[in-house]
């Protein structure tokens, strides 16, 4: 009897693992890539509502967002924040934008889309050769 309830809550531990070690790579399932806040170097506004990331060497991902950013355009520095309680981003309403505003200070801007750009995207923004 013991050994039966032993052998059943060690294969709920070991389901419970599976689980969650299914759930990291599920974004790549449904073609979605995602990246680490953590990992971001460097950003280039695309006008008011969009602004592209660099995360690693040669993967760039452009972050939609919800309505205009003031200042974005003219900021040195951003922050990227998960919105999801993971510091990983894969899809819109994930992450904000922190723009420090000289006269207002940080303000937030909602990310509503997430998508990486092709190689082809990059080159064509010269991002890379």
Known sequence: MI?????????????GCAQ??????AAASTGRECFS???????????DNAVDVQVGVRRYFRL?????CPNVNWTRRVAVVSRSGSSFICQGF???????????GPQR???NGVRRLSDAEARALKYYK
């Open 64 to 68: 939609q967002l919800a309505g205009v």
């Open 20 to 25: 969650q070690a299914a759930s990291a790579p």
């Open 109 to 111: 801007c909602v990310v």
């Open 94 to 104: 994930d992450a904000e934008l922190v723009v420090i505003d000289p006269g207002l």
């Open 37 to 47: 806040a953590r990992n971001v170097s460097s950003f280039k506004a695309q006008g």
């Open 3 to 15: 050994k039966t309830f032993l052998l059943l809550v060690g294969a709920a531990i070991v389901a």
